[in-house]
């Protein structure tokens, strides 16, 4: 069983950044892909960012340029860099590790971006 807690959202103005953080619980991280979803109110869940355990990433279009995926192996922690943040980025941001059949999630944590 692997745990996953994200924490680091809150309010933030537009233009403004947030660095997201989530923290596995679990022997497999190190090998594991992760990967940020969000998921906004009336709206499917979408892929934000990923990053493989050999540190390839990859980004949705929407966030290419302003948001920075990257992963510290030795604290078991994968961190999402927001910056420009824009009010459509308003969502909860979900953590995600997949290795082979193994799919886990955090709760999630919640990002509002408004004036």
């Known amino acids: 069983q692997v745990q996953l807690v994200e924490s680091g959202g809150g309010l933030v103005q537009p233009g403004g950044s947030l660095r997201l953080s989530c923290a596995a619980a679990?022997?497999?991280?190190?090998?594991?892909?992760m990967g940020w979803y969000r998921q906004a109110p009336g709206k499917q869940r979408e892929l934000v960012a990923g990053?493989?355990?050999?540190?390839?990433?990859n980004y949705a279009d929407s966030v290419k340029g302003r948001f920075t995926i990257s992963r510290d192996n030795a604290k078991n922690t994968v961190y999402l860099q927001m910056n420009s943040l824009k009010p459509e980025d308003t969502a909860v941001y979900y953590c995600?590790?997949?290795?082979?059949?193994?799919?886990?999630w955090g709760k999630g944590t919640l990002v509002t971006v408004s004036s």
């Open positions: 990053i493989t355990s050999g540190g390839t990433t």
């Open positions: 679990g022997s497999i991280f190190s090998i594991a892909t």
């Open positions: 995600n590790l997949r290795h082979g059949v193994m799919n886990y």
